[in-house]
């Protein structure tokens, strides 16, 4: 193979790489809670228990070093050690993938966060795929071309992560930066449930002459008796079917009864706490969620406390905060994913959602009132994810930028020895 071939090949090898392992870190550093529940999907399901405690220590390390390869791969810094990095990653989770292929012991790797689902199978392909193509550049890593002057790529390669480290940070102190989840702000629940609209049917009767098959309207001219043609089968096509997002929202009350019907019917702007478990909620923040629950209760507006039903957990809560709230009742899981911090609070306006946020970033007793008013006023600002995703862009690449100007103009300027630039290209 001659060597333009080679250096093609691990061009193409090198592009896709990067950019899925730039990606794949960059959408679970968002979501980074999302990420360590995943983990913890996957230590139960391997009965691995010594890690549960660490899954979102785990979750931050590995978007960041995820992150980080494929950013030293589109740089090419560090190349031989990004290359076998890349590979070890693909070398662990391609056997993982097949074996969660084989048994669906976890329904969704996670390789992608909550911005791209993949199946199981599905997942596998793609890291064969990509243990080809970090195969290819383990063995051709000299191939590699670098951005940067050997003396500088240290640079790039930290500042991608911490960057990824920071982006990590943010979703844990407040919400993930960008909601790839179905229960995004401006969502109509029912409608995402398929509550609000049916599929419209339409029937096509399928008739045979000499071999040939030909589909009528049931409202159109049928073959006449005697024309030859002979009734086959009747198909049936569904259209405008609603598209179904949201397919596990269940609400119960202490009884056991369901009430996710009246729990979406509220006239009014509707404010829900929500907690996985009320044990491990964090309690920092109660004078906020009980000057929000007064202000709320003599407004004479709906107030409730989305958890998991637990009794005990109840009269814990209930006595810590002094209140006596309305508790309703959903699976873990749907909680989890309607928002990652333990205790949140959604603001439903009859079912759609005008509101998330975490409980600790409420504005203080004092202002509280304001908060709510708004809410009632439907004074929401919709995050433009667009424009977030653009902040991220140019928050990463500027400074990248900057520095590639200054190396080369270091390098147009002071020429360096020849050895500086031999290092620069054969830089590993």
Request: proline share 3%; hydrophobic share 45%; glycine share 6%.
């Amino acid at each position: 193979m001659n060597r333009n071939a080679v250096k093609l090949i691990v061009l193409f090898c090198r592009i896709i790489l990067a950019t899925t392992f730039i990606f794949s870190g960059f959408v679970k550093a968002i979501d980074p809670v999302g990420s360590a529940i995943k983990f913890g999907d996957y230590f139960t399901a391997l009965n691995i228990t010594f890690f549960q405690d660490h899954t979102l220590i785990l979750s931050v390390f590995l978007s960041a070093l995820e992150f980080t390869i494929g950013a030293a791969l589109l740089w090419g810094a560090y190349k031989r050690l990004a290359s076998l990095g890349a590979f070890l990653f693909m070398l662990l989770f391609t056997p993982l993938t097949l074996w969660l292929a084989l048994t669906n012991a976890v329904s969704d790797c996670g390789c992608f966060g909550d911005a791209v689902t993949l199946d199981n199978w599905e997942t596998f392909y793609k890291n064969v795929v990509l243990f080809i193509l970090s195969l290819i550049l383990l063995i051709f890593n000299k191939k590699i071309g670098s951005w940067f002057n050997i003396k500088i790529r240290w640079i790039p390669a930290a500042y991608s992560f911490i960057f990824a480290i920071v982006v990590s940070l943010i979703g844990i102190k407040h919400l993930p930066a960008i909601d790839f989840r179905p229960y995004r702000i401006g969502t109509e629940i029912k409608e995402a449930m398929g509550m609000n609209s049916s599929g419209e049917k339409e029937y096509e009767l399928i008739y045979e002459k000499e071999g040939e098959k030909k589909s009528f309207s049931l409202d159109g001219e049928l073959p006449e008796d005697g024309s030859g043609w002979e009734f086959v089968e009747t198909v049936v096509k569904e259209t405008n079917a609603p598209q179904i997002t949201i397919k596990d929202f269940f609400i119960t009350d202490n009884n056991g009864n369901n009430i996710t019907e009246d729990f979406l019917e509220n006239d009014t702007v509707a404010f829900v706490l929500l907690s996985y478990d009320l044990f491990s909620a964090d309690e920092n923040n109660l004078d906020k969620i009980n000057e929000l629950y007064e202000i709320v209760s003599e407004m004479k507006l709906p107030f409730y406390v989305l958890t998991s039903y637990n009794p005990e957990a109840q009269d814990y809560w209930d006595e810590l905060s002094g209140s006596e709230f309305n508790y309703v009742f959903g699976d873990i899981t749907v909680i989890e994913t309607i928002i990652r911090s333990n205790p949140g609070l959604m603001v439903l306006h009859k079912d759609k959602i005008i509101d998330k946020i975490n409980v600790a970033d409420l504005p203080e007793p004092e202002l509280m009132e304001s908060y709510v008013e708004d809410r009632l006023n439907l004074n929401i600002k919709k995050v433009n994810t667009k424009i977030v995703i653009l902040l991220f862009f140019f928050a990463y690449f500027i400074p990248i930028l900057v520095l590639l100007l200054t190396d080369k103009t270091f390098l147009l300027f002071f020429k360096g020895n020849k050895k500086d630039k031999n290092d620069k290209i054969n830089n590993d």
